[in-house]
């Protein structure tokens, strides 16, 4: 069955903008998506997939390494030469199953060549499969402990690290992290939830119009898939092609002087620790700025984005009852007056 069209999702247009931009630049550290169950978070993520251009990756690699990127990076490049021609593969988004084993998600020995022919060889894990592409977690708040340590420590160098069963290697595994979850079903840990660049939240639509239409599309996909997609076909090329002009326009869009300031006037309002809110800020509000076609970063990009980049920064103030959401809303009104 193809997969649902992103066009086709009705509303949750924080969630989807946020999942575009850190499809437009990787760097701004990935998405978390909370919310009630049945609000179109899983289908999201997995329609963002299917519209991701195409990447260049080197022949027979299994980390599917760009051609650019230097060899010794890699252990399969390293001692392989690398063919002269590349190929275009798709965007990886690998799902990691909530009871997955850490064999399985950073690699492990490759039993049946070891069996067959004695040889000590790495079998890769999902965050090999994952490297220049996603990787997505459902229910993240529920993952265990031991498997949350090792994402932050591969998310924050970029390289996984092999050290089991006389084998010694490393490889590239720079991804986005993308999470969903249902809040009512435990908080995330403080240290995953900081390196998440961007947080959504998504509620059960209270508008009728809005709640026929999200059950009229369903319906119509699952009866017939192939013509749903095909009516959703030129909505989805436009947007793959408004993908790929902001990731080529991405490199030339200014962040002035002024924009830098207003945002460290809005984390220094909230209370935000250290500077990564900063950072994130302007990241987000650059993509932004590349995916709208603008060459540059304005107060108004900030505002937008301000919530998502801003909202899982900050710290609990119990002489205030308002909501996250509200605090970030209230601050902008006071940095961005007019």
Known sequence: MPTFPFTAIVAQDEMKLALLIAAVDPSVGGVLVFGDRGTGKSTAIRA???LLPSMKAVP???????????????????KNPRPKKNVQV?????????????????????????????????????????????LYIDEV????????DLLLDVAASGVNTVEREGLSLRHPAKFVLVGSGNPEEGEL?????????????????????????????????????????????????????????????????????AALESAARLCLALGTDGLRGELTLMRTARALAAFEGASTVTDEH??????????????????????STARVTRAVAEVFPG
């Not at 708040?141 to 949350?148: K, P, S």
């Not at 390196?195 to 119509?220: M, Q, Y």
């Open 48 to 50: 963002l997939a299917a």
């Open 60 to 78: 027979g690699c299994p980390y599917a390494c760009d051609p650019a990127s230097p060899p010794q990076a890699c252990p399969h490049c390293a």
């Open 90 to 134: 798709p965007v990886p988004v690998v799902d990691l199953p909530l009871g997955a084993t850490e064999d399985r998600v950073v690699g492990a020995l490759d039993l049946e060549r070891a069996l067959s022919l004695g040889e000590k060889a790495f079998e890769p894990g999902l965050l090999a499969k994952a490297n220049r592409g996603f």
């Open 141 to 148: 708040n529920l993952l265990e402990d031991h498997l949350v």
């Open 189 to 257: 840990r403080p240290q995953l939830l900081d390196r998440f660049g961007l947080a959504c939240e998504v509620v059960t639509p209270t508008e009728i119009k809005t709640r026929i239409d999200v059950v009229r599309r369903r319906d119509a996909y699952e009866r017939d898939p192939d013509a749903f997609c095909a009516a959703h076909a030129k909505s989805e090329k436009a947007l793959q092609k408004k993908l790929t002009s902001a990731r080529e326009l991405l490199p030339s869009v200014d962040v002035p002087d």
């Open 302 to 323: 900030l505002k937008r984005i301000a919530p998502s980049a801003l909202r899982h920064r900050l710290r609990r103030n119990p002489l205030d009852e308002s909501g």
